[in-house]
């Protein structure tokens, strides 16, 4: 929906309030594995979504309140929208701050509380970001807690900060009071506003966009190159493997062995280049080969992704 109002956004100020369900959101330079166990998130019923902004991996969940501004480029004003969000939050006597990060704080306490990030095209402004009220932080440790396995990625890595609940200092604060505090905030400075219709929304491109949104080729195929290890000792000797990954696929595979099969690094190999990266994809491949290659995909099956 935000990527069709981007697209479509005329004159004035476009204010979009939603929000998402047990999600990372990881930004469109980042390596999905790197910043959250995805496998771990899926299992769960959980998802994992990359926008089109930078910046980097935050979670939503109920508790937490979304915020897009959409406007001409040349109408684009960070102060003058922060000081929407700003506004609204100091309704429930709460005083916070805009640090240099693209965030807002707590000015008492520099705990952080909203996360922003920007798209721009020629002719229209992006500026979306992140409200907690009450999410549940066990669950944003959970899974973004980054991967322990050894990868080095070339992609943009998240930066962790001190985030706090608004709904904590103040009992009143709700999504639902929240909202409506956002929309007299953003009345208050741009003046009366219209509510957009649904019924001039295209459905059919906006499932096109879902589509889009949705597909692995989007979520992992983006992906910046990286490399990831994994070592073992096997019955069969010690083993190696290297991988280096490339918009999501396996590009090459190395591996390292004292095992008395002196052809069991080259299968592996093989059997691995091309492979969509993954636990679930690894072990299929590995378990179409012989007893070696089988625990080695009960090894991999044990990683966390």
Not at 29 to 39: D, G, L
Not at 93 to 103: A, K, L, P, Y
Not at 276 to 304: D, H, K, V, W
Request: proline share 2%; charged share 25%; with cysteine.
């Amino acid at each position: 929906m935000e990527e069709l109002l981007f697209e479509t956004q005329g004159e004035g100020a476009t204010f979009y309030l939603w929000q998402n369900e047990r999600t990372v959101v990881i930004g469109r330079n980042q390596n999905a594995w790197r910043e959250c166990r995805v496998e771990l998130l899926e299992n769960e019923d959980g998802k994992l979504a990359r926008r089109s902004s930078g910046g980097g991996a935050v979670f939503h969940d109920l508790g937490n309140l979304n915020f897009t501004f959409l406007m001409p480029r040349d109408e684009y004003n960070l102060v003058r929208q922060l000081g929407v969000i700003q506004s609204a939050v100091a309704t429930f006597g709460i005083e916070t701050s805009f640090t240099g990060r693209n965030d807002l704080i707590l000015t008492e306490t520099g705990e952080k509380f909203s996360g922003n990030a920007f798209r721009f095209s020629n002719d229209t402004a992006l500026h979306h970001g992140t409200i907690l009220i009450n999410a549940d932080f066990s669950r944003l440790g959970r899974y973004l807690a980054p991967s322990q396995m050894k990868l080095e990625s070339k992609g943009v890595k998240s930066v962790v900060s001190r985030v706090t609940n608004l709904g904590l200092k103040n009992p009143e604060l709700t999504v639902s009071s929240m909202k409506q505090a956002l929309m007299h905030a953003f009345e208050a400075e741009y003046g009366a506003y219209e509510p957009h219709s649904w019924d001039l929304i295209d459905k059919e491109k906006l499932e096109q966009k879902r589509k889009t949104y949705a597909s692995w080729e989007w979520k992992f195929g983006t992906t910046p190159a990286f490399n990831v290890s994994f070592e073992n000792r096997f019955d069969f000797g010690c083993f190696e493997l290297l991988l280096n990954v490339k918009n999501g696929i396996v590009e090459s595979a190395t591996c390292y062995t004292d095992a008395m099969d002196a052809t069991l690094a080259q299968r592996v190999e093989e059997m691995l280049t091309g492979c969509a990266y993954g636990s679930g994809a690894l072990c299929e491949r590995l378990n179409s080969g012989g007893a070696e290659e089988a625990a080695i995909a009960e090894f991999i099956a044990q990683q966390t992704f």
